[in-house]
């Protein structure tokens, strides 16, 4: 069965230092991969995906990912956090040549504190 | 542009009563999805659209119906509703395809069913 898992419920990190929420996934075939991030009451919000190409993807807010292949991983990172950066994020994942269709894990709050 | 919009951004039924949940978006975006948010479970799809007049179940399709006459709208209907239910559902819409896929979410409506 296809599946995105995020280990951590929770992870909590200073501001300015470095952050890291993990993400693994199963699936068959080559994915497209997605990060989206959830503010308190807000619907979700795309911050970047992989599609092909660069195993390290850029995206908004200054947050960046690194899909790994033989790890089948895609953690998303941020070399300094923000306590604005607090929010509920999801890793999503997509077979290609499939429908649309995203499989989302099951989310990691991230806190940073002042 | 409006984006992906949902109405009502909040409600509160007795189980066994009907409501309509409304989704559009202005992109013209041919696929369009809904899913349901519970705690600790991430989203999980449940019916999806990738035009006008074709509709497909998710993941956890039970209780639910769509249906998709225009673009622009996938309302969905809860014919009886049931306590198990309560959620949050968001309505999400792209275009197909494999590089402007990017989903976009609505701000969500948060379901209360006593």
């Known amino acids: ?114 | 542009n409006a984006g992906v919009t949902q109405t009502p951004k909040f409600q509160v039924l007795k189980t066994g009563q009907s409501m309509t949940l409304q989704c559009a978006q202005d992109m013209n975006h041919e696929y369009m999805s809904w899913y349901r948010q519970d705690p600790g479970m991430g989203l999980r799809l449940i019916h999806y659209s990738v035009g006008a007049g074709i509709t497909d179940q998710g993941e956890v399709p039970n209780g639910y119906n769509v249906s998709r006459s225009t673009t622009e709208d996938f309302p969905l209907r809860l014919l009886s509703a049931a306590p198990s239910q309560t959620s949050v559902y968001f309505c999400a819409s792209s275009y197909l395809g494999t590089e402007l896929d990017t989903q976009y979410f609505g701000p969500g409506t948060r379901l209360t069913v006593l």
């Not at chain 1, 919000?45 to 850029?58: A, E, H, R």
């Not at chain 1, 790890?71 to 941020?78: A, G, M, P, V």
């Open chain 1, 1 to 114: 069965a296809q599946s995105v898992a995020q280990p951590e419920d929770q992870v909590n990190v200073a501001e300015g230092n470095p952050l890291t929420v993990k993400c693994t996934y199963s699936v068959s075939g080559n994915p497209y991969l997605f990060w989206y991030v959830q503010y308190p009451n807000r619907g979700l919000q795309f911050l970047l995906k992989y599609i092909t190409g660069d195993n390290l993807v850029k995206g908004s807010y200054g947050f960046e990912a690194e899909f790994n292949k033989s790890q089948t991983s895609f953690h998303l990172k941020k070399p300094s956090a923000l306590v604005s950066d607090s929010a509920l994020y999801f890793c999503a994942v997509r077979v290609r040549g499939a429908t649309n269709k995203l499989i989302f894990g099951t989310g990691t709050l991230l806190a940073v504190q002042p």
